[in-house]
T-cell receptor
Framework: DGGITQSPKYLFRKEGQNVTLSCEQNLNHDAMYWYRQDPGQGLRLIYYSQIVNDFQKGDIAEGYSVSREKKESFPLTVTSAQKNPTAFYLC???????????FGSGTQLSVL | QKEVEQNSGPLSVPEGAIASLNCTYSDRGSQSFFWYRQYSGKSPELIMFIYSNGDKEDGRFTAQLNKASQYVSLLIRDSQPSDSATYLCAVVFWGGPNAGGTSYGKLTFGQGTILTVHP
């Protein structure tokens, strides 16, 4: 089955710790995105990548980092500089031919 | 000014009525527009996408786009309780008068409108 896989489903971070959220897709999509969603809020763009080895900051990139070494993978690291990381994180990839966005099932990150 | 803004909610309509959801966007370089539905604790799912001015219909859903006025709307006819969810408008920026290479392909969502359809 083609799709986007996010892991883990739930993640807990200790104070001062960096954590990495995984996002893998086998849809052969060029573009990938990371969004953060707080309770009762819309999706805010953290980082996005249009092609391998290139990525752009979104609207709330501070305290986060990404890499795009492979087309299939776009991991997100939540660094200790992100002081309020508790949120639902969604990864997505986009089909260039019809521009539809496909979402993973999300990772809920909480602070211990 | 927010790049993508949706009408404030929550919106409550009776079963069988028409629900109208609105979205405005600030950048004329935006060229692709999407409506997503999100149930609590789930990922968004695509309902409609529209690229050209005018109306696009799919079953009970109609998307309307007016690029001159920079708004896109979603109408849900014969609303059902199962339509109760958060509706998200999304806009893709491809370029335009203020195009910047670093913004190419940026996909921005509005804050969402909570819709409740009561029996």
């Amino acid at each position: 089955d083609g799709g986007i896989t996010q892991s883990p489903k739930y993640l807990f971070r200790k104070e001062g710790q960096n954590v990495t959220l995984s996002c893998e897709q086998n849809l052969n999509h060029d573009a990938m995105y990371w969004y953060r969603q707080d309770p009762g809020q819309g999706l805010r763009l953290i980082y996005y990548s249009q092609i391998v080895n290139d990525f752009q900051k979104g609207d709330i990139a501070e305290g986060y980092s990404v890499s795009r070494e492979k087309k299939e993978s776009f991991p997100l690291t939540v660094t200790s500089a992100q002081k309020n990381p508790t949120a639902f994180y969604l990864c997505a990839s986009r089909d260039r031919t019809n521009e539809k966005l496909f979402f993973g099932s999300g990772t809920q990150l909480s602070v211990l | 000014q927010k790049e993508v803004e949706q009408n404030s909610g929550p919106l409550s309509v009776p079963e069988g009525a028409i629900a109208s959801l609105n979205c405005t966007y600030s950048d004329r370089g935006s060229q692709s527009f999407f409506w997503y539905r999100q149930y609590s604790g789930k990922s968004p799912e695509l309902i409609m996408f529209i690229y050209s001015n005018g109306d696009k219909e799919d079953g009970r859903f109609t998307a309307q786009l007016n690029k001159a006025s920079q708004y896109v709307s979603l109408l849900i006819r014969d609303s059902q309780p199962s339509d109760s969810a958060t509706y998200l408008c999304a806009v893709v920026f491809w370029g335009g008068p203020n195009a910047g290479g670093t913004s190419y392909g940026k996909l921005t969502f509005g804050q969402g409108t909570i819709l409740t359809v009561h029996p």
